[in-house]
Structures are given as C-alpha cells and as structure tokens.
C-alpha cells in the first residue's frame, strides 16, 4: 500500500557510520554513535542504530495504541511500550535484527488490551507495516 499524502518527513545525517555522529536537519536530535561491547565495538557514551530504532518503534506504537483507544472508547490511564532490538547474522548473508515489544496497560480487561495492541499492530502503526514481513516483531502484554 502506497502513502497517498506525506505528512511530515525527518531528516538526519551521519558521518562516519556507526562510530560516527548523527544529526538531525533541525538539530534536535545532536549524538555521537558508539559501537556496543556486544557488537565488538567499545561501548561507552553513545547510542547506536539499534536503540534508536528501539525508541522510535516503542513511541510510534504506543502512539498507535493510544489511537486505537481512543477510536473504541477505551480510556487509558497509563500505558508503556518497551522495544527490545536484537540484531545478529542472517542467512545467507548479512545482519538482521528483531524486535520484542513489551506493551503495559494497567486497569485495563485483558481481553480489551489484546484487541487494542492487535489492532494498532495491524492496522495503524507504520513501525509495524514497515516491518511485517522483514522483522520478527514479537508482542507481549505484561
């Protein structure tokens, strides 16, 4: 399915790849990226690909779920979502990643909070259409 309309488009700049720097066109976003100990870099102050994609699936279906919610009636007092991006080897060749996604709604009925993050999965966030059929994107309501 094609975007019928661009809404809003971010722009960043890195240099020197992932032991450079990243920096958003407007500058709020301003980092240094820093390989981690897990992927045989140094660690240390920096963030890397995979946490920002981590934050940014994380705020994008959180936002989708509050969307859905708010579609049915659904009042949500609290709500969180905690990404968790793997990445390691693929076959044949190169680097995957994959995604676990961590969703709390306290105070809401099961059953309620299950059709709120499949809905938001599948029909709303674009985090999720971007990835379905690429990304293993697991889900879990804790």
Known sequence: MNISKIL???TATVHGG?????????GVLDLQLVVPKGLGGPGGQGSNP???FA??????FEGAVRFVA??????????SVTAHVGIG???PTGFGIAVKLEVSLPG???????????????DICPYSHATRGNVDVDITLV
Not at 70 to 79: C, I, N, Y
Not at 112 to 120: C, F
């Open 8 to 10: 809003y488009t971010a």
């Open 55 to 60: 934050a940014g699936y994380a705020a994008c």
């Open 70 to 79: 708010r579609q049915k009636g659904v009042t949500l007092k609290d709500a």
């Open 89 to 91: 080897p693929r076959e």
């Open 50 to 52: 995979e946490q920002l």
């Open 108 to 122: 809401v009925d099961r059953a309620v909070a299950q059709e709120l993050v499949d809905t938001a999965h599948r």
């Open 18 to 26: 992932r032991e450079g720097h990243a920096k958003s066109d407007d």
